[in-house]
């Protein structure tokens, strides 16, 4: 008789129950993690608290310009339009009321994420910021210098308030602005809501080669720093018009920043190599695009990166060669290269603070992907932003050579 011919249905079995515990154990992993998330996004949850001796205000607009129509528009005959943010040193008084991170209407408006990333979203009526409804600017100054902030790709600049709200308890006042058809999703106080078309996506444009890629890219370029020209015409009217509420006569002018995070910070480099009221810019891991490249920066300006160490491929090598090209040719006094290590090119925005799980996080560790907590690198990236515009709008006594600091190890002079 035939033992081994007896044992194999008996095999078989046994290792068709192992396949089957397996997949009940993984079906049982997949659920557990959706479930965590799922009660993440439903968990309050804070923006960092802002590390400067102000309490701070926002306030939003809704800017016209009559003068110009908007060549991105879907429409032809569209005027340019935009929602701008502003978030600023404000007075505390001992009653005030947060405002929302998103005001209510706008979320309404807008509507809830569809599909998977519900799972993988906060509820924004869930996340708190730090900034006072309806306040004053504080008194403690006369004037403040003005910080111009962009989003990267067609992120909404409301999705950077950890990096504003911070800056602005230092002593700024953070312009950050919107625009239809380009930013992903545009929703103004009036309940209108205006989305990013797809011929104004500018990753639609890194899937293009050549001269294409290029044309794509500053078509959109033209446009943003065009919005960010108007935006300072715009402040210029606020602060000298004393009819003009809480901004009359209180914005420093001749100590205007620019600062943006990936193709925002492709936005800075290009603005303030063309407008002279910019004084001191900062672009956050943004590929430069446009005519900077060969013009270069005649200001001061701080290219600031995450952890490119583990990159080697032939693009990356060319937007690094670009980025030395125009910071060899930077004013020697006023220019700075940093990498902050272990950072994440998507963390730089309100994501780094809300991406809490830690079943993600440790996944996210163990490919290599994320190297610090994403608190963490915002505070670094903060101190960083703060500490380049102190120097070049303050004119504190800190050199550029002090940016590096023992509290924040993680900054290292690019190579």
């Known amino acids: 008789m035939n033992h081994s011919a007896m044992k194999q249905p008996g095999l078989a079995r046994g290792i068709f129950k192992g396949f089957v515990v397996l997949a ?10 959706l479930g965590s998330l799922w009660l993440e996004r439903r968990t ?16 939003i607009y809704d800017w016209t ?17 935009l929602l701008v943010w502003i978030w600023y040193p404000s007075a505390a008084g001992p009653s005030a009321t947060m405002n929302d991170y998103l005001p209510a209407q706008m979320r309404t408006a807008a509507g809830p994420p569809g599909g998977p990333l519900g799972f993988l979203t906060r509820d924004l009526s869930k996340v708190h910021g730090h900034s006072i409804r309806e306040a004053d600017l504080s008194p403690e100054q006369r004037s403040y210098p003005v910080v111009i902030m962009r989003g990267g790709a067609s992120a909404a600049v409301w999705s950077y308030s950890t990096l504003a709200e911070d800056l602005a308890s230092h002593g700024y006042v953070v312009v950050g602005l919107d625009a239809p058809y380009r930013t992903s999703s545009v929703v103004f106080p009036d309940g209108r809501v205006m989305r990013r078309i797809p011929e104004n996506n500018p990753e639609l444009c890194l899937e293009k080669t050549g001269q294409e890629r290029d044309r794509c890219a500053n078509r959109l370029l033209t446009a943003w720093t065009s919005d960010m020209a108007f935006v300072l015409d715009k402040l210029e009217q606020l602060n000298a018009s004393p009819a003009s509420g809480k901004f009359a006569g209180r914005l420093d002018l ?13 936005q800075a480099a290009q603005f303030c ?12 891991d943004g590929a430069p695009h446009g005519s900077v490249i060969q013009t270069g920066i005649n200001r ?16 990356g090598g060319q937007i690094m060669a670009n980025i030395r090209s125009i910071y060899d040719r930077l004013p020697a006094d006023g220019r700075a290269f940093l990498e902050i290590r272990g950072a994440n090119h998507f963390l730089f925005s309100d994501d780094g603070a809300l991406l809490k ?3 993600v996080m440790r996944t996210l560790h163990m490919l ?21 515009f102190d120097t070049y709008l303050k004119g504190t006594s800190a050199s550029r050579r002090n940016i590096s600091s023992p509290l924040y190890p993680e900054i290292e002079v690019a190579k």
């Open 273 to 284: 190599s063309q407008d002279s009221r910019c004084k001191a810019g900062i672009d956050v």
């Open 65 to 81: 310009d009559d003068t110009k129509l908007d060549t991105l528009a879907p429409v032809p005959g569209t005027k340019r339009e």
């Open 300 to 315: 001061p300006f701080l290219f600031l990166l995450s952890d490119h160490s583990h990159e080697s491929d032939s693009e």
């Open 24 to 33: 009940m154990l993984g079906v049982l992993g997949i659920a557990a993690l």
């Open 368 to 388: 290599g992907i994320v190297g610090i907590d994403g608190r963490r690198q915002l505070a670094v990236t903060a101190y960083c932003l703060r500490s380049f």
């Open 357 to 359: 799980s830690h079943i």
């Open 44 to 59: 309050e949850i804070a923006l960092p608290t802002p590390t400067g001796p102000f309490a701070v205000g926002r306030a």
């Open 254 to 266: 001749t100590r205007v920043g620019v600062f943006g995070h990936s193709f925002g910070g492709a």
